[in-house]
């Protein structure tokens, strides 16, 4: 069975750079949460959108902005990186909502140098 | 704000034994769903197991079952015959059913290593 899909895997950049991440959920589903896990901590809610839109939105920096496009995959901007942002992203994906279960991806782990 | 405890950092256990991870929580909301997650080595989250707070049965699949407590907001994970295959970091998540947030929360995770 076809599962999320994260690209790119790894990913290594500069101080003050930008990246960008991308989500592809399981086919025919609507909603896409991001999360942010720092080295040995639990999974931050970032950011989700349903239907294209935005939906909820936790502990996501100024300098992050993501968007949900008419296929249903979703980009994970982030702009002028710091260290701490060195963390494994991940992207979840459901059908509708409130029906509970989430599927993971693999994660797209960043390193800010 | 939904909350989730996890009260035990780590954990060890003999290969082929029995382990229960912990976890409470905190809604004023009636419907909700509790997951326990998986997060081996290879950091990919890997769904083990969820209960539906309205149904009174706990949930099992496999040698994995829980101990849901309603009126306690306790939702332990029992891993029975336990493998080297199940060390890993184990998290437990709160979801609510409808309305309000979507999002899963985490509570901080509990590492554990089977023994050979």
């Known amino acids: 069975a076809a599962g999320v899909i994260q690209s790119p895997r790894h990913l290594i950049k500069e101080k003050r750079e930008t990246a960008t991440l991308k989500c592809y959920p399981i086919?025919?589903?609507?909603?896409v949460y991001w999360y942010q896990q720092g080295p040995g901590q639990d999974p931050q809610f970032l950011i989700s959108f349903y239907e294209k839109m935005q939906s909820d939105k936790g502990s996501i920096p100024d300098r992050f902005s993501a968007q949900q496009f008419s296929d249903y995959h979703s980009e994970l901007n982030m702009s002028s990186l710091e260290l701490g942002d060195s963390a494994l992203y991940f992207c979840?994906?459901?059908?509708?909502?409130?029906?509970?279960?989430?599927?993971f991806g693999e994660g797209s782990r960043l390193t800010v140098l | 704000a939904q909350t989730v405890t996890q009260s035990q950092p780590e954990m060890s256990v003999q290969e082929a034994e029995t382990v229960t991870l912990s976890c409470t929580y905190d809604t004023s909301e009636n419907n909700y769903y509790l997951f326990w997650y998986k997060q081996p080595p290879s950091r990919q989250m890997i769904l083990v197991i969820r209960q539906e707070a309205y149904k009174q049965q706990n949930a099992t699949e496999n040698r994995f079952s829980v101990n849901f407590q309603k009126a306690a907001k306790s939702f332990s994970l029992k891993i029975s015959d336990s493998q080297l295959g199940d060390t890993a970091m184990y998290f437990c998540a709160f979801k609510e059913s409808q309305g309000g947030s979507e999002k899963l929360v985490f509570g901080k995770g509990t590492k554990l290593t089977v023994n050979p």
């Open positions: 979840a994906s459901s059908l509708g909502q409130g029906n509970g279960e989430l599927f």
């Open positions: 086919p025919r589903h609507d909603t």
